[in-house]
């Protein structure tokens, strides 16, 4: 019977310890963005929510305006919303470390809940720099090609106007 109580009084203690011992963040959660051995890194938070879930669902939104951010320093304003990497290769190279953070937050005067909060470390080196340096490249030959694509079909149209209206003339003789 004792060995039933102290192993129910060790649980509760192992459980409240668990509650209470709080993994400390790396210290990357609140640097700035900076330099790090050719890398360039960013920090971001995601949250709070009430689930890692929520986190998650709102990741891809955050990720993909820091990337916008960072391809406007990179190449320039007129980068930054048309370089899109594929997201495949933003979890494998890019996003370098994650640290789920929960804590309790006062919602209000007399309640409390526990709140997730996702903490990303972005990281762009010169391999990822070159994909974007690519990548923009595409779009600056696609809009080139567009943008002549448009010219020659103003051309043909502006012909078909001046021939319909040339055999207009010869029809009605003036």
Not at 145 to 158: A, D, E, H, M, Q
């Amino acid at each position: 019977m004792m060995l039933r109580v102290n192993l129910w009084v060790l649980l509760i203690m192992c459980a409240l310890a668990s509650r209470v011992l709080v993994a400390e963040p790396p210290s990357w959660v609140d640097a700035r963005p900076q330099r790090v051995n050719g890398e360039y890194q960013i920090p971001i938070h995601v949250g709070p929510y009430a689930t890692v879930i929520e986190c998650e669902s709102n990741l891809h939104p955050i990720v993909q305006a820091t990337i916008d951010d960072y391809v406007e320093q990179l190449i320039g304003p007129k980068a930054r919303g048309h370089v899109r990497l594929p997201w495949s290769y933003v979890e494998q190279n890019v996003i370098r470390e994650r640290f789920q953070e929960t804590r309790l937050f006062q919602l209000t005067s007399s309640q409390q809940s526990e709140m997730v909060t996702l903490h990303l470390l972005l990281s762009f080196n010169q391999e990822t720099n070159a994909l974007i340096r690519q990548l923009w490249r595409q779009v600056v030959g696609l809009q080139r090609l567009k943008n002549i694509g448009l010219g020659l079909l103003s051309t043909v149209w502006i012909m078909a106007v001046v021939w319909g209206y040339l055999q207009l003339d010869l029809r009605t003789q003036g």
